[in-house]
Structures are given as C-alpha cells and as structure tokens.
C-alpha cells in the first residue's frame, strides 16, 4: 500500500474503520429524526383531511335531510356538531367539529385543530316569491 492511499500519522496509519463509524454516529441519527420528522408531518396532514371530509359529509347529509331531497339515515352526529340557522332567502348549516393529536417524546404536547363550515340551503320557490317582490317594487317605484 503506498503512502498517499492513505492519510499518516506520526505514530502511524489512520484507522478507516473508526472514521467511518464516528460519521456513522453523526449521520444515522440525523437521518432517523428527519424520516421520524416526516412521518409525524404525514399523520398530521391525514388527521386533517380526514376531520375536514367527515364535517364535510357530515353537512352534506343534514343539508340533504333539510332540504328533503337526499335522506341519510346512516349518520351519526357523535363527533360534528350541526345547527341550522333561518335567514330571508336561505337556510344555513353551519357544523363544527375538533380533532386533537397528542405529540409523544420528552414532552407530552397537545394539539388540538377546530374546524368549521356551512352550507347554504335554499328554498327556490321562496326565492323566486322575494325576486318577484322586489322587481315588483322596484317597477312601482319607477
């Protein structure tokens, strides 16, 4: 083995075999909490989407079940809380519901994420009664 394959030492050659596991011990840790760092992201992102698309169902079935076009039996309004609200030309229900992920290690972390949306009902027949009231008021008036 000639000398410039390899790096000297006064008391002789470098031990390869060490270096590599000291950059082993430096490296593999890194690597283990940046894949530990995306998996915690990825259950964080799928806990969102899947609050978001059960309140979403959620209003779709009670919308439906107002509005006596689509019926739902199949619900259970255990985790969304669902209201409806009366206005002049429509109806709306608004739902709510929370999802919260605990965050296990050194420090026990709560996070907790609140959700909210609403979805119109109307009544087409009593819009078209308000639209013909108005322009009826609006030609009088002219």
């Given amino acids: 083995m ?7 030492h006064e008391k002789g050659r470098w031990n390869k075999r060490g270096a590599a596991m000291v950059e082993a011990a430096i490296v593999y840790p890194i690597v283990i909490i940046a894949m530990m760092t ?8 799928y806990s969102t989407a899947a609050s978001t698309a059960e309140l979403h169902t959620a209003l779709r079935q009670k919308a ?6 689509v019926l ?3 619900f259970s309004e255990q985790t969304v809380s669902l209201h409806r609200e009366g206005g002049i030309l429509y109806d709306t229900v608004q739902g709510e519901c929370s999802d919260t992920a605990w965050a296990e290690g050194l420090f026990r972390i709560s996070l907790q994420r609140n959700y909210r949306d609403k ?3 109307m009544d087409e027949e009593k819009y078209i009664r ?3 009231a108005t322009a009826k008021i609006i030609s009088e008036a002219v």
């Avoid at 000639?2 to 000297?8: L, Y």
């Avoid at 995306?38 to 992102?45: E, F």
């Avoid at 439906?64 to 076009?69: C, I, L, P, V």
């Fill in 38 to 45: 995306v998996l915690y992201l990825l259950m964080a992102l």
């Fill in 2 to 8: 000639k000398k410039d394959e390899c790096a000297v």
């Fill in 64 to 69: 439906g079940n107002e509005s006596e076009t």
């Fill in 130 to 132: 308000c639209l013909d």
């Fill in 119 to 121: 979805i119109l009902l």
């Fill in 72 to 74: 739902a039996e199949n």
